[in-house]
């Protein structure tokens, strides 16, 4: 690998460059090391402690082949005729093959009768024995360091990517044949549990070099927490509460045995809701215990005993980190529209493992694993396809809001003169996307009001960023990002006219069996939408292909914008 170092900026060169430090980020640096290729991972924290999966353990959609069928069959069920089942397959059988590799590299699953159980994992434990790994095989690790932005070789093809290295207070660049966007959706700095580094800079990055995004309707997943402590979004413990008002009256919340999941969020609409876990049994106690521990943390720090106690709860918004919506990928191996960008994890859209509907947990760690793998693998093909010379390519930096040029000083924004403050861009975009009444009971006219404050927000991204530091750098660069995710969110919800999982529209209430379709999304100034219909022929038999096209819908987002519907 080249490398060139200068006090103000480091300069590196590798076949492919993988943007992230999660799940999907090490699984597809070490398929891409596995076919020969020099890699280079770069992760806004530490990869292994940084992230959502490194922050609690997390079921896996990994079950033996004996039940596969009954498995896509319930997966397919509930992405209401919008998922894939050919994918949900794979997805499956890719994950089902992997797991043994996590224990031959170190991590310890559980035995029962001497085999292992291989259903779930301890995050610190899992992601630390996947950084190990990393390094055994020669993965260069730049932790501390954000990418902010791609780098365009004059064919539109990807050649790398630039950003800022915290430690060392400077700029980074890494030219590469390929690069994998693995660094996660947005919870929109809703301070869900290791959600915090999940801010859409991927999706940004990706529309900027000419990608497209898809289902970004689905992207207004909320998870259940204590009040108190609101950041542990662990649900599974709150299966086994009983729900009652401010003046403890039952409030009921179960449908067949089963908790409804529309009823919180309908509940605290209302008023203030408490939960008590006094329908767990001793044994289903052992048991959430262990496998969802991180969750009693807060009580026991409270000195609160929550089988006998009442706690307020809450709902905190995890955006597309357990939700659908993200990077549009577009053949097998998770490439994007632009040649030489892959895609994976949480940054891909999911709509063919879970429709419109939440792959939290189980499946979206079985979606990262899997992935993760074909994208590194087809990052690395690519790579290899350009050959020797492929780092010396005329390249140019993609970014645009919230940047300035290679050093700090020079602007690309459109106003030299005035700055904007991050934290207040920040505050306004979760003012639009945190209300339940906003982003979960969604409408035409709330829509319109929310993309009209959002493009006003957009408008002041575009003015100049204050970067006299490489946090400032991040934070500019990060309250594009989230402005850029909350309009693609939005714009997207306005255009499907029906509710569908958990996309609820609350004047087009009933699921519309004809809009078998994704929507995908895009652009900057001028946002657009398209609906790729899908056809059950192309999508058993073509994998490079899984819908028709339709024509492009496009329009402002502006006060207008009711006018041109």
């Known amino acids: 690998m080249l490398t060139v170092h200068s006090e103000n900026e480091l300069q590196l060169a590798a076949d492919v460059l993988v943007i992230g430090g999660g799940p999907a980020a090490a699984w597809a640096a070490w398929a891409a090391a596995s076919q020969g290729a020099k890699v280079i991972i770069v992760d806004k924290g530490f990869l292994g402690t940084s992230g959502a999966a490194a922050a609690s353990g ?25 998922a894939s089942s050919r994918w949900i397959e794979r997805v499956i059988e890719k994950t089902w093959l992997s797991l043994p590799l996590v224990e031959n590299w170190g991590y310890r699953f559980p035995k ?14 899992y992601m630390r024995v996947l950084r190990k790994n990393l390094l055994r095989v020669g993965v260069q690790i730049l932790d501390q360091s954000p990418a902010l932005e791609l780098l365009l070789a004059e064919d539109g093809s990807v050649a790398g990517a630039r950003g800022v290295q915290r430690q060392h207070h400077r700029n980074y660049t890494v030219r590469a044949g390929a690069v994998v966007l693995a660094n996660g959706g947005c919870a929109f700095l809703s301070k869900a549990l290791g959600c915090n580094t999940n801010t859409g800079d991927g999706l940004l990055m990706a529309v900027e070099a000419g990608g497209e995004l898809s289902s970004m309707e689905a992207s207004n997943h909320y998870a259940i927490s204590t009040a108190f402590n609101a950041t542990v979004t662990r649900g599974v413990p709150f299966g086994w509460a009983s729900y009652t008002d401010e003046a403890g009256n039952d409030l009921g919340g179960y449908i067949n045995g089963r908790r409804d999941p529309s009823f919180l969020p309908n509940a605290l609409l209302k008023g203030s809701v408490y939960a008590r876990l006094d329908r767990a049994t001793p044994e289903v106690k052992a048991v959430i215990e262990k496998s969802h521990f991180i969750a009693f943390l807060p009580y026991t720090k409270a000195g609160i005993d929550p089988y006998t106690e009442r706690v307020p709860v809450t709902l905190i918004l995890e955006g597309t980190v357990r939700g659908t919506g993200g990077i549009r990928i577009v053949n097998d191996n998770c490439a994007t529209k632009v040649p030489g960008l892959y895609a994976a994890g949480d940054a891909a859209s999911r709509e063919f493992l879970a429709g419109l509907a939440s792959g939290g947990g189980g499946p979206n760690a079985a979606w990262a694993i899997s992935t993760g793998q074909w994208a590194g693998v087809g990052a690395a093909d690519f790579a290899k396809s350009l050959g020797a010379h492929a780092n010396e390519r005329v390249a140019r930096p993609a970014g645009q809001a919230g940047l300035r040029s290679a050093t700090l000083g020079e602007t690309r924004s459109h106003s030299p003169t005035s700055e904007f403050d991050s934290e207040a861009i920040v505050r306004g975009v979760q003012a639009q996307m945190f209300p339940l009444e906003k982003n979960y009971l969604r409408s035409e006219q709330g829509l319109l009001d929310s993309l009209a404050k959002l493009e006003t927000l957009w408008q002041q991204v575009q003015k100049r960023p204050k970067q006299d530091s490489v946090r400032d750098v991040e934070f500019s660069r990060r309250a594009a990002a989230l402005t850029a995710v909350a309009r693609w969110a939005y714009f997207s919800a306005l255009y499907r006219k029906e509710t569908r999982s958990e996309h609820i529209r609350v004047d087009y209430p009933e699921t519309d069996p004809n809009q078998r379709y994704y929507q995908a999304t895009g652009g900057l100034d001028k946002l657009w939408v398209r609906r790729d219909w899908i056809t059950d022929a192309m999508s058993d038999d073509k994998p490079q292909s899984v819908y028709a096209t339709r024509p492009v819908i496009t329009t402002q987002t502006t006060p207008s914008i009711s006018t041109k519907l």
């Open 58 to 82: 997390n079921g896996i959609m990994a079950p033996s082949p004996e039940n596969w069928d009954k498995v896509v069959s319930e997966r397919y069920r509930i992405g209401k005729n919008l």
């Open 112 to 125: 029962e009768n001497g085999e292992s159980v291989r259903q779930s994992y301890y995050g610190p434990e």
